[in-house]
């Protein structure tokens, strides 16, 4: 045994440095990543969702021990009580939890916000059939209700007329949504109508939950699937049309899409429409301002409990 060891070759100094500054880098950023949740900076729930995106990333290489004893009233004894109910081993990393542990772990967290009276901010996801209405009523909302974030998603697809970057979407090339993917920015995304990228940024959503304001995405049904996933606390709705011969007129009147895309876009909104029981709530678009207000309001209800 000495004998192999000691015919193997040493590795170059160089890379032994290399090795213990990028050790020691990793370890100050998990320090200040322990500080910020510490001083209340940043939600731990912030953090765990960071840890999901990009498990071999600093929030995702936290132990789960260092991780809740940073959180502010918890000591080694919640933290012990806390990991054996939730059923999680001390040695494990945040990013190395099973899908089960990290919902529990995210329900005890959001638990403990709620009894400390600083409820999480709404996260709200609008759902629907294509051509519905989304869009004029979220509208209606970022211009009417300052207090309600509403997000702007990345697309590949190119602007409508009258559509300015930065206020309905981010338009990027594929090159772009790509980066997007690969460094973890996008809360979610999803190919629409088989033929554009559409993703949510996480940063702007994050930053407004911990600001204290209430968030609203207008995103597809497997855009609402995956926030529902990795966020069970989401609220979702679904915004139905009065009937379907009114979403068949509204798709073909507002004249955006040749007749090949308009007839792939009822396919999908007929499947789309027999989702609706897996949403929260639903509220139909008789009147967009009337819409727009039941929506609101929604986001001023306590969470839903969470589920198993
Ligand atoms: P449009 O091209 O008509 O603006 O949008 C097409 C569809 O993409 C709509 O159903 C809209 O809700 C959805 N969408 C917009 N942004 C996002 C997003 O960030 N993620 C997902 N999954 N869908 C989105």
Do not use: C
């Not at 009258?162 to 690969?182: A, P, S, W």
């Amino acid at each position: 045994m000495a004998e192999t060891a000691s015919r193997r070759p040493a590795p170059p100094d160089v890379d032994r440095r290399a090795a213990s500054e990028a050790a020691v880098a990793a370890r100050r950023a998990r320090a200040a990543v322990k500080k910020s949740i510490a001083s209340r900076e940043v939600s731990p729930l912030t953090v765990l969702d960071h840890a999901t995106a990009q498990p071999d990333g600093v929030e995702g290489r936290l132990r789960v021990t260092e991780f809740l004893l940073s959180v502010p009233a918890i000591g080694t004894t919640k933290m012990n009580e806390a990991l054996a109910k939730l059923g999680i081993s001390p040695a494990k990393r945040l990013g190395g939890l099973g899908r089960h542990q990290r919902l529990r772990l995210r329900d005890f967290l959001i638990e403990r916000e709620n009894k400390a009276g600083r409820q999480r901010n709404q996260l709200v996801v609008l759902a629907g059939p294509t051509a519905v209405g989304k869009g004029t009523v979220s509208t209606y909302i970022r211009e009417n209700y300052p207090d309600v974030l509403l997000s702007v998603s990345a697309t590949t697809r190119a602007p409508r007329p009258g559509e300015v970057d930065g206020v309905n979407y981010y338009f990027v090339d594929d090159e772009e949504f790509d980066r997007m993917i690969e460094e973890g920015e996008l809360l979610e995304y999803a190919t629409v109508h088989n033929a554009y990228r559409y993703g949510t940024p996480r940063g702007p959503i994050e930053k407004a939950l911990d600001d204290g304001k209430s968030v609203l995405l207008e995103i597809d049904l497997q855009g609402a699937r995956s926030v529902r996933e990795s966020m069970p606390e989401a609220r979702l709705i679904f915004l139905l049309p009065p009937t379907w011969e009114e979403l068949v007129r509204r798709l073909i009147g507002r004249g955006t899409e040749d007749s090949a895309e308009q007839a792939r876009r009822l396919e999908t909104a007929k499947v789309e429409l027999a989702a609706q029981d897996e949403f929260d709530h639903r509220v139909v678009n008789h009147d967009v301002a009337e819409a727009a207000r039941e929506v609101v309001d929604l986001m001023k209800v306590r969470a839903a409990p969470s589920r198993p």
